[in-house]
């Protein structure tokens, strides 16, 4: 219901919002219309004013010609008639002679005003002169008053009754720059002047004057107007034989020229003017239905129309009509402007109104719908619900709501009760309740409801759950049980498993000691591979389970990751080598050390690679490089990667290839239960790394090793410890070791192996035995089983540690779990180690932790010797006389500087150590066997391979010291 009410909130924040803007909208718009009003009205006032103004003009401009023509008639009646002597114009020029008429062209002084006469051919010498003395006069006066005056002069005409004579002031071609009297339209204009007169049928006998229309294009390109009046002075220009009669004054009011916006821009005030005289003639333009119209300003469909009328005696009445168009052209574009925004503001609101429907209205309605909706799902679901709900009033705690649920439940009673006891203000939360016999989950939560301050509490009936938890913890600890019989069962096959293989593996490894025919020896090769496979698989099969069972744990401590890659190397080169590979290591010189880790694991991960590579690998090399990844200041990630050549991995297996007990099939030696790669995985994951694997049929392998390890400041590194030789024919150990251990195999096995060893070993069957005979002779070292009857092996290093025993206590288990090692320590043991016991880790450990035997020297000899494979007599024979032979060679090379020679026999020698494992001295023989064809037999590579010489020589002589004493002690 949050978002019904958001609705709704929103739709009354935008009603308020709206009707601002609203009254905003409705402001602007009375300033808008107030602002369109004023500027029409100004419009129409402007209008108003110029046709007034015009209007006034044309009147104004009526009664000037009036005034002139009235002036020219008084002045020249027959009572006022000025005398016309005769007067000698400066300049007569005849213009034309043609039909019985003359047109002279004169004016009185030399800047004076020229006029036109034209009269009949029969014109007397006098009366010319009588009829130029006129027009000197009428142009004098002419020039005078229109001189004077602020309005245009008009074109003046005085033609006689019968037209016989004419006269027109100013006269053709004179000085006036609109409406030119031309030569050739002289007798025209005067002839339709006297033909309109005619028509008219007018009496000029009284001094009034009459207006008329002119006729129709009497000047070309002007609208204009003819004003006549009687002039009574026929003798002025008739000749003395003609009847007297009444002239005809005649002027030609251009209309065009009233004001001065027409004359200049050439721009009309108005569209139509009519001009109707106090006669009610129409003199310009052509009367319609406008003279009903009413005086002042009207309106009609094609636009406005203006009646005026002028003041005084005699009106004047005008007529103008303008066009809506071009009352607006001066408005058109701010009015344009004002109908596109009135246009966009309708359709603005359109928009405005459709967003507000759509987005705030409908969806409000909606909303409403939905509470509407929600409130009685609300209820349905209140009273319908599978849990008990109930609503208790907060103030007083009474019950508002319940359902039916809660009704059958019956804990609303109790919980009143509980909330009654609840004085504080905090919520009671959740609790539970237990109601006859049942167990309730009560869950309260404060609420409102119809405005009040409330409780809304829900119960659920938990007693199958509360039952169900309890047998869960039952299980739990059954669970628990079964693990902890998993680890000890786990721990005790351990036990069980490698106690009696300590026996087979121990007692093949002390037989390989003894003399035997070839054949047996064949055998007994067989016996030890197939028991070392067998330990490898049990081995792999309790890690497995260790890692399954959670046991499997690492521990972190510095190493040098180095050291690692060169070890797992040389311990797999003798291996290569028999099988014809080349084996080689590449490491990051960025690859910095000491690391944080726990190199145990990872070394078993390399062995594990390296081992796999070299049995699918025919020939070829193998390759193990460690790369810098990442190098930041306090870690690294590194990259441990394995190649090889061999015959690589279909792509189908590569995703089954980490999971337990898978075999890639395709007619590989698939030795082994394919819990190698399994192993690996886990562990990797164990050290938070992965494992990635590229593998084409055909081409090869990679495996690699992905983890990111801390770096180690100042951190010393552990001491690896040292090869162990494996010269174990002659004795080279001279230790008293006191061994407890209840089983008789065990007891026979490890006794015999330090004997072997050289070692003079006590052995008791059990801790009670060990401690009684502890006092009776002094002892180097004590070795001692873990499990053993009556006092275990914990039991006996804690019983020495308290008499004060300093001597090495080293335990023996079949249980290879870590925290067997831990509380081995913990009671005061030096070292632990699993069985079964080679003789090689036997020897290792007693040389690692007694003084006395790692106080014995080993011979450079036996040292180099480190790892080779068991020799029979013979091959000792011969081992020993090839070295020999190998050895002169080369020093033959070195006396003579031979490079090739020496190249040669080292690779020869390199060849044959391989063959028997011997590692140190094979390695030695590449490098030199490397460094001579890279560079020269200089006196640096002759001393070092020299020394190499001699080294081999010393084991040649061992070996066949070795065979003579087996051949003597046959015979």
Not at 285 to 314: W, Y
Not at 523 to 530: H, N, T
Not at 767 to 781: M, N
Request: glycine share 8%; hydrophobic share 45%; proline share 4%.
């Amino acid at each position: 219901m949050k978002h019904a009410s958001l609705r709704l909130d929103k739709l009354a924040q935008s009603s308020q919002r709206l009707n601002t803007a609203l009254l905003l909208l409705t402001g602007l718009v009375l300033l808008l219309s107030s602002s369109c009003y004023w500027a029409v009205s100004r419009l129409l006032d402007a209008e108003q004013e110029k046709v007034e103004f015009h209007f006034a003009r044309v009147v104004e401009i009526i009664h000037e010609h009036e005034a002139f023509l009235r002036n020219v008639a008084v002045g020249y009646s027959r009572s006022n008639a000025p005398p016309l002597p005769s007067v000698q114009s400066t300049q007569v020029v005849e213009l034309q002679r043609d039909a019985g008429q003359v047109v002279v062209q004169a004016k009185g002084f030399a800047l004076s005003l020229p006029f036109t006469l034209s009269h009949a051919v029969g014109f007397s010498a006098d009366d010319t002169r009588r009829a130029l003395a006129f027009g000197v006069q009428l142009t004098d006066y002419y020039g005078g008053y229109w001189a004077s005056s602020f309005y245009a002069s008009p074109q003046l005409f005085v033609f006689t009754p019968n037209d016989v004579a004419s006269l027109a002031v100013p006269g053709i071609g004179g000085l006036r720059q609109h409406q030119p009297l031309l030569r050739e339209h002289y007798r025209e204009v005067v002839s339709r002047l006297h033909q309109l007169q005619q028509s008219q049928s007018l009496l000029l006998t009284d001094s009034r004057v009459r207006w008329m229309r002119a006729p129709l294009q009497l000047y070309p390109r002007s609208r204009s107007v003819v004003a006549m009046i009687g002039l009574d002075a026929p003798a002025a220009v008739l000749p003395a034989n003609q009847p007297q009669g009444l002239l005809t004054l005649a002027a030609v009011v251009d209309t065009s020229q009233v004001d001065e916006f027409e004359r200049v821009l050439q721009r009309s005030v108005y569209n139509q003017f009519t001009l109707i005289s106090p006669q009610g003639d129409v003199l310009l333009g052509s009367l319609g239905d406008e003279h009903m119209a009413p005086l002042g300003l009207s309106f009609n469909s094609q636009g406005l129309r203006f009646k005026m009328l002028s003041e005084g005696g005699e009106h004047w009445t005008g007529l103008y009509a303008i066009s809506y168009q071009d009352f607006l052209r001066y408005a058109k574009w701010p009015l344009l402007g004002l109908g596109l925004t009135f246009l966009a503001a309708v359709l603005l609101g359109w928009w405005i109104n459709h967003w507000y429907k759509t987005r705030i209205v409908s969806p409000a309605q909606r909303a409403q719908e939905r509470l509407f909706d929600s409130e009685a799902f609300n209820r349905i679901m209140l009273h319908n619900a599978p849990a008990g709900l109930c609503v208790v009033r907060r103030s007083d705690c009474q019950l508002l709501l319940e359902n039916q649920r809660a009704l059958l439940l019956g804990g609303t009673a109790p919980l009143v009760d509980v909330l009654k006891a609840n004085d504080g203000p905090d919520t009671p939360g959740e609790m539970c309740l237990a109601v006859q016999g049942r167990y309730l989950q009560i869950v309260v939560v404060a609420a409102r409801y119809e405005g009040e301050d409330v409780f809304l509490c829900g119960c659920n009936d938990i007693t199958r759950h509360v039952d169900e938890t309890l047998q869960l913890n039952q299980a739990r600890q059954e669970a628990t049980a079964a693990n902890e019989a998993k680890t000890v069962f786990l721990a005790t096959m351990s036990h069980e498993i490698r106690t009696p293989l300590y026996g087979v593996l121990g007692n093949l490894e002390l037989m390989a000691l003894t003399a035997m025919s070839e054949r047996q020896r064949q055998y007994l090769e067989i016996i030890q591979g197939s028991s070392t496979v067998l330990f490898q698989l049990i081995s792999n099969i309790l890690d497995v389970s260790k890692i399954e069972s959670g046991q499997m744990a690492v521990e972190a401590a510095p190493f040098n990751p180095r050291q690692l890659v060169e070890e797992a190397v040389l311990g797999f080169t003798a291996t290569a080598r028999n099988k014809g590979l080349q084996i080689d290591a590449e490491i990051d010189p960025q690859v910095p050390h000491p690391l944080l880790g726990d190199a145990g694991r990872i070394r078993q991960i390399l062995h594990n690679l390296l081992g796999n590579a070299i049995k699918f690998t025919e020939s070829g090399r193998v390759r193990l490089r460690l790369t810098v990844q990442a190098l930041l200041a306090n870690e690294v990630a590194l990259q441990w990667q394995v190649t090889d050549t061999g015959v690589g991995i279909p792509e189908k297996a590569l995703d089954q290839l980490f999971k337990p007990f898978y075999q890639v099939a395709g007619g590989q030696d698939g030795n082994g239960a394919g819990l190698g790669l399994s192993i690996c995985s886990r562990l990797s994951e164990l050290m938070g790394g992965s494992m990635r694997v590229v593998s084409e049929p055909g081409l090869g392998s990679s495996f690699s090793l992905f983890i990111t390890l801390p770096i180690v400041d100042g951190a010393p590194l552990v001491a690896s410890p040292e090869l162990v030789p494996s010269c174990l024919d002659a004795p080279c150990l001279n230790v008293r070791v006191l061994v407890a251990e209840d089983n008789p195999v065990s007891q026979a096995v490890l006794q015999e192996q330090l004997e072997a060893l050289g070692a003079q070993a006590t052995v008791a069957r059990d801790g009670e035995h060990a401690l009684q005979i502890w006092g009776s002779q002094p002892f180097d070292l004590v070795i001692t089983d873990i499990n053993m009857p009556r006092l275990n092996g914990y039991d006996l290093a804690r019983a020495l540690r308290e008499q004060g025993v300093q001597v090495p206590i080293i335990g023996v288990t079949a249980n290879a779990l870590r925290e067997e090692g831990e509380r081995c320590l913990a009671v005061g043991m030096n070292a632990w180690v699993v069985k079964p016991l080679s003789m090689s880790t036997l020897r290792q450990a007693l040389m690692a932790h007694c003084r006395r035997a790692s106080a014995l020297a080993v011979s450079p000899a036996e040292r180099d010797r480190d790892g080779w494979i068991e020799l029979s007599p013979s091959m000792r024979q011969l081992m020993g006389d090839t070295l020999l032979e190998d050895v002169q060679h080369i020093e033959q090379g070195l006396a003579a500087g031979d490079a090739d020679r020496v190249r040669q026999r080292l690779h020869s020698l390199n060849g044959a150590l391989a063959s028997v494992r011997a590692g140190v001295l094979s390695n030695a023989c590449q490098t030199w066997e490397n460094t001579l064809y890279e560079g020269p037999l200089d006196h640096h590579a002759t001393t070092q391979i020299r020394a190499l010489c001699a080294r081999l020589t010393a084991v040649a002589h061992c070996l066949l010291a070795e065979s003579k004493a087996h051949y003597k002690e046959d015979k």
